[in-house]
């Protein structure tokens, strides 16, 4: 499947829920309407849309959330996915807290890939940025997914100026031996646009703080990343730059919501809702085209446009 733009789409990222088991102020804002049960999609039917998006196109699926291992029935999903024939990869993005009694099941569900979200190593900021959790609960769960044998596993770091921004040397250390490292630019979006333009931490000012970094040659140009490595370090550490850097040009993905909206594109406020034709393939073809057709160029952040949906409501 190609855009207007001939991007080839193959990529889905799939919010099974808006529920998360932490608060996270810049992400779950105090206050916020969880949906009800019934207005969320079934099992059953995100089976359905994956067989179709797969027909079409689709090669990568990502589950996120909320946090996705909240999510009952997620290790049978996980298994119905990855059992589909054009589906490549299967991955979840995680908050991590619930690894520690999931990753052996979650490797044996056929689950390919992990990032665990972790925005600071300091125990009283990540009390203070998840809302009173334990760091030692992420810990757990990230060494109970390598002993489950998942590799490269990836550590998503959001930017958050005069919150984490002095631990970036700290994130940094960890792709010597341990992992690789992204850090990502905190975005307005929603409710929250407020709170992410007040704490904005530019990604080149990483670059500014280490020049030691030598940038590498990128083999994904669909990777929203721009990577970059110190000598002697064995991973890489990544920076997407939604603000700074534009890397629209490369999108090759759409998202679904928790409750049946396929957007083309994150910062857009255009969705289509196919929750009430998740199981007829004919019509969910025909959403699939829809979407990709109106694919924007590019978002309009630099132009302070946000959108409505809260990254809750969207899904990381």
Known sequence: MRDDFNREISYLRISVTDLCN???EYCMPEGIEKKDHSDILRIEEIENICKVAARNGIKKIRLTGGEPLVRKGILSLINKIKSIDEITEVAITTNGVLLDKMAKDLKAAGLDRINLSLDSMD????????RGHELSEVYKGLESALDAGFENIKINTVLINKVNDNEIGDFIALTKNKYEVRFIELMPIGSTAR????????????????PQLELQE?????????????????????????????????????RLTADGKLKPCLHSDMEIDIKKIACNDELLEKSFLSAISQKPEKHHLDDG?????????IGG
């Open 305 to 313: 446009k946000y959108i409505i949906r809260g990254m809750s409501k």
């Open 218 to 254: 990128n083999t994904d140009k669909s990777s929203p990343a721009a990577y970059y490595k110190l000598p002697n370090h064995k991973y890489r550490l990544g920076l997407i730059r939604p603000i700074t850097c534009n890397f629209c040009s490369n999108c090759n993905r759409l």
């Open 195 to 210: 709170y992410a333009k007040e704490h904005f931490f530019s990604a080149d000012e990483v670059l500014k703080r280490y």
């Open 22 to 24: 932490f608060n996270c």
């Open 123 to 130: 125990e009283n900021v990540f009390r203070k940025i998840t």
